[in-house]
């Protein structure tokens, strides 16, 4: 039985996993040399600094979502982004919107990121766990993200926020018991109970 080689090992290995951080292809005997020579060929393409996939790999429609995660870790899709995930807007963002830790250092990635920072029950409350091209994403679900773009109201504006309140009532992706759960945490239940009073 051949052994296989670098490169088909490689292979192998962004075929199974569709999106490796560098270190991960180290820890399973890849040089950077075999990766440097794929990117060079043209068969492996550099998303970030430190992140790999097959170059003709098919990307699904919340790829992005992935390679964020892939690159952050421990961030949380959150508000806009969230918003699409989950049909609650009409916009298309055009950077992945992500919660972090507060004491979190800045990520350095050459991906379309808005960053945001978020602590206590307001960080940590309200994550899902979505499986995307076999890449577990961390998400903020419809209840919390309707929440959270009434608390950051000011930065995506009333509009998007009451859009996604409507359509989250009207769809009924969710309860508003829950709703309110999310608005005590988020501390916008002041804020929310007009637009809550007008269209329920």
């Keep these: 039985m051949s052994i296989p080689t670098q490169r088909n090992k490689a292979y192998d290995i962004l075929r199974e996993m569709g999106v490796a951080r560098s270190k991960e292809l180290f820890s399973r005997g890849i040089a950077p040399s075999t990766i440097r020579r794929l990117v060079d060929q043209g068969l492996v393409e550099r998303i970030s600094r430190g992140l790999y996939r097959l170059a003709d790999a098919t ?65 940590t409350e309200g994550i899902d766990i979505h499986t995307i091209d076999g890449i577990d994403v961390r998400i903020y679900c419809a209840a919390k993200t309707v929440a959270d773009c009434f608390k950051f109201r000011n930065k995506i504006g009333i509009d998007i926020a009451i859009e996604a309140l409507r359509n989250y009532i009207n769809r009924r992706v969710g309860s508003i018991d829950e709703l309110w759960h999310y608005a005590k945490i988020c501390r916008i239940t002041t804020v929310i109970t007009p637009y809550l009073e007008a269209l329920t």
């Design 59 to 123: 990307p699904s429609a919340h790829t992005a979502l992935v390679d964020v995660t892939k690159c952050i870790p421990r961030s949380v899709i959150c508000l806009l982004s969230a918003l699409a995930y989950h049909g609650l807007t009409t916009q298309l963002p055009h950077q992945i919107w992500v919660a972090i830790h507060p004491k979190s250092r800045r990520p350095q990635v050459s991906l379309p990121v808005r960053i945001f920072r978020f602590s206590g029950p307001s960080l």
